[in-house]
């Protein structure tokens, strides 16, 4: 379906194609703010992800021309600002990547589980508090390969829906539901270890 | 159905894409594999885990700060 902008957006870009500072300054004003709360959640870092914002919508002034309303302004500007802290990103990492293929649940020819996935436990009973349980899981996450963490990042902000995410990353809407879906299960195998539940007492499932 | 092919429809299964037939066979593995009961347990603990872990980062306010905007206008201003 193509997208229609609203009036007030072409306005906006138009003025901003004209180079009208008090456009800039609108638009700075009106979606600093979002962009900056997506690139915090990407970098974890409050300086950087105000640099990442700062690089994105100059860029964003640089490149307008090439900006033609096809779909809406935030969602090109969010897809900017996630490029500019994903770059960020990589430049501060300095351990190679995970493979995403090794986070995954492994089967046995006939298709059965490879290993029996033991029960968990409520994170109260594991006797964690909240805000420590908050941080196991961030750096969970923060150990998943790029494109899947992005993935599940981006899926958590409320405005970004799968549509939105798909376009801001370039690739299908059903590519990030797979993507998402194997996001989840690695960050499952990462949070294992820490939920498990003593399973000595259990009896053993086949 | 396998284990494998469950994990892997597992997503759609809990959105609600199977049709009324596929949903039915999810069911009835659920209903035999203690292996698969557990895997969606921690499935759907780990959705709800991250949901918390990034919710205060969500609802965050959405006003950029004066002093961003002030350097972002700065930053323009000295690229002009």
């Known amino acids: 379906m193509p997208y229609s902008p609203t009036a007030e957006e072409l306005d906006l870009v138009e003025r901003l194609k004209r180079g009208e500072a008090d456009a800039f300054t609108t638009l700075v004003r009106d979606r600093a703010g979002a962009l900056l709360r997506c690139a915090r959640k990407l970098l974890g870092n409050e300086e950087d992800a105000r640099e990442a914002v700062q690089d994105a919508l100059l860029q964003a002034s640089r490149n307008i021309d090439t900006f033609h309303c096809q779909c ?54 594991a006797g964690m508090a909240r805000a420590e349980l908050q941080k196991l899981v961030r750096d969970a996450i923060d150990q998943l390969p790029d494109n899947y963490r992005t993935i599940l990042i981006l899926r958590e902000l409320n405005e970004m829906d799968t549509e939105a995410t798909a376009q801001v990353l370039s690739i299908t809407p059903n590519a990030v539901k797979i993507r998402l879906h194997r996001a989840r299960q690695a960050l499952r195998t990462l949070l294992d270890s820490h939920f498990r539940a003593d399973t000595s007492d259990l009896p053993r499932v086949r | 159905m396998t284990c494998r092919e469950f994990v892997e429809f597992l997503n759609a299964y809990l959105e609600g894409n199977l049709t009324p037939a596929e949903k039915a066979e999810f069911e009835r593995h659920l209903a035999v594999c203690t292996a698969c009961v557990r895997y969606l347990a921690g499935y759907n603990s780990t959705t709800r885990l991250v949901r918390d872990a990034l919710v205060d980062a969500a609802n965050a306010p959405a006003d950029a700060p004066e002093e961003l905007v002030n350097a972002i206008l700065a930053a ?3 690229a002009d």
């Open chain 1, 72 to 125: 809406q302004l935030s969602t090109w500007l969010h897809k900017i600002a996630i490029n500019a802290a994903l770059m960020k990103r990589r430049a501060r990492l300095s351990r190679p990547q995970v493979s995403i293929e090794d986070l995954l649940p492994r089967f046995q020819e006939d298709g059965h589980h490879a290993e029996i996935p033991a029960p968990w436990q409520e994170p109260v009973e």
């Open chain 2, 76 to 78: 323009k201003r000295r």
